[in-house]
């Protein structure tokens, strides 16, 4: 991991300005951009860490840019962004394969507005992450530039290295690919809500008829304590199974908070988050539970990222 320049823009602030108050044409650019060029490189890699790790090295590379020549600078920067975030990949990919139980993304606590752009919003969540983490990283990224940020195929081939009708083919398969494996119905997010507080209330309340109503008979709960912290080893199972090991944490004190977009809950323990759970919902019921406990990947939990298409 590089270390960031806190004065840089790529680091969130808004860098260096001449005398007069403005910023220099470069680094207007990538002010401008940068929360879409974050959740580009997110969306790419499911690790907020390496996404700003991507943004840092997009800067430094767009600094050397001619803007002479740069015909559109968003498209250009989200070029250099996806080309960082490919070569990002195989280093997570090699980390992933020495990970300590299920890997699961990096939960982000997000600004209300993403929930109103409910694609966005669906793009962002864990259930969609884990379906793109079963692309290559290609597929991968010709369809989250493409069905996410609608960029066109000829600026989608500039970005991954590939001719028109290579990307054109490959987009094609990578969204057969997602169809068959995302929710069928985008959940709006009253009905998300609808649904976690009835699992809260279940929850608390310790009624576990209730819960195994909110529970598909084939829910699949997923634990990621990278090693770090207590978690089940490999996926749990059916909604016995899953209720059983809810009713573990039924005295654990849980708040709401807005997650990858979407409602979720949070263990507390002494004022402290130890688990964001976040949740897949088909047809009213809850199909798969998702419980970051690692440490390290709840860093981002502390404030509020901003997520643009």
Do not use: C
């Amino acid at each position: 991991m590089t270390e960031r320049d806190d004065q840089s823009p790529a680091a969130g602030t808004t860098g260096p300005s001449p005398g007069d108050g403005r910023l220099d044409p470069a680094t207007e650019a990538f002010v401008a951009h940068r929360n879409l060029l974050f959740t580009v490189a997110y969306e790419m890699l499911g690790s907020a860490a390496d996404a700003e790790d991507v943004l840092q090295e997009t800067w430094l590379r767009w600094t050397d840019v001619d803007l002479g020549v740069v015909r559109d600078r968003r498209a250009y920067l989200v070029r250099i962004t996806t080309r960082q975030s490919l070569t990002r990949l195989r280093t997570l990919g090699r980390r992933k394969e020495s990970y300590v139980g299920p890997w699961l993304p990096e939960p982000l606590l997000t600004t209300p507005d993403v929930a109103e752009d409910v694609e966005l919003a669906d793009s962002v969540s864990t259930a969609m992450l884990l379906v793109l983490e079963t692309l290559t990283p290609t597929e991968r990224a010709v369809f989250v530039l493409r069905e996410v940020f609608g960029l066109e195929y000829d600026e989608i081939a500039e970005a991954v290295g590939k001719n028109l009708a290579a990307v054109r083919q490959i987009a094609h398969r990578a969204r057969a690919h997602v169809a068959a494996r995302r929710p069928r119905i985008v959940v709006s997010p009253a009905e998300s809500r609808e649904v976690l507080q009835a699992f809260q209330r279940a929850i608390a309340t310790g009624d576990l008829q209730r819960l195994l109503d909110i529970l598909a008979p084939d829910v699949v709960l997923l634990a990621d304590g990278g090693g770090v912290k207590r978690a089940a080893p490999a996926p749990v199972v059916g909604a016995d199974t899953v209720a059983r090991a809810l009713a573990r944490v039924a005295a654990v004190p849980l708040q709401t908070a807005w997650v990858n977009g979407r409602p979720a809950l949070l263990f507390q323990i002494k004022d402290r988050i130890d688990t964001v759970l976040t949740v897949r919902i088909d047809a009213g019921r809850i199909t798969g539970l998702y419980a970051v406990r690692n440490p390290e990947k709840l860093t981002h939990m502390t404030r509020q990222t901003p997520l643009r298409r």
